[in-house]
C-alpha cells in the first residue's frame, strides 16, 4: 500500500510516515498542497492522509480541486480541528474518513486499510481469492487455512495483487507500489517476487499476461 501523507507538522509527520513504514506500508510525505496537488497528479497512491491546516491553503480546497479533476483516490482527513463544520467541510469537499488529533497510529492503519479496501470493492476485512486469504486487519496471508510467511516487498505485492483482482495489473504499477519511489529496482526484479510468491502460494496462484502484467486466478488448488 502506498499513502501520500500531506503535513506541515514535520516531526509528526515523520514520527506516523515511520509508524506506517514499520506496518509495512510505504509513505510519500508532502509539506504543502502544491507539492502534494504535483505527487498526486503525476504518481500512483493508493489513499491519501490530508490535514485540513497546511501553509498554502485549506486542506478541503485541495481536496476539493482534485476531485473537480476526477481525482478517486480515497481521503482520510487528519487534523486537531474538532468542530462539526470543519469536519462538514472535508466531507463535503469528497473526504472519505476523518481523524482528529492526538491519534493512535493503529487507529490511522486500520482506517486506511479499509479505505483501500472498499475502493476496490471489498467490505469484508478477510480477500479471499480461492483458497489463499489476505487479513487485511492483521496483515496476514494463509493458504488452505495454514499460515504463510512473506517478505515485506511480497506482502506488497501481493495485497495489490489481491485488491485489484481480477484484474490485471501492470509490471509498472506493482512497482509503484512495492518500492520505494528513491529505489530503482532491477528490471527483473518483479519477475523474481512473482517466482517466490507461487511457490509459496502454489503454481497457478498467479497467471501471467505477456505483455500486459499479473493477475491472482481463483482456481489455484492445484501447485
Known sequence: MKILLVEDDQPLAQGLAA???????LVEI????????????????????????????NGAQWLSGWREQGIELPVLIL??????????????????????KPFETAEILFRLRALVRRAHGHAHPVIRIGDISLDTHSAQVTRAGMPVSLTAQEFRLLSHLVHAAPRV?????LTEHVYDGDTEP??????VQVSRLRRKLGSRSI???????????SDNTAS
Open 19 to 25: 509508524s506506517l513504514e514499520d506496518a509495512g506500508l
Open 30 to 57: 508532502a509539506g504543502d498542497g502544491r507539492t502534494a496537488d504535483f505527487l498526486i497528479t503525476t504518481e500512483r497512491y493508493d489513499a491519501v492522509i490530508l490535514d485540513l491546516g497546511l501553509p498554502d491553503g
Open 186 to 191: 532491477d528490471s527483473n526484479v518483479i519477475d
Open 79 to 100: 487534523t486537531a480541528r474538532e468542530r462539526w463544520s470543519d469536519k462538514a467541510a472535508g466531507f463535503s469537499a469528497g473526504a472519505d474518513d476523518y481523524v482528529t
Open 169 to 173: 495489473v501492470s509490471r509498472a504499477e
Open 207 to 217: 497467471e501471467t499476461l505477456r505483455g500486459q502484467g499479473y493477475r491472482m486466478v
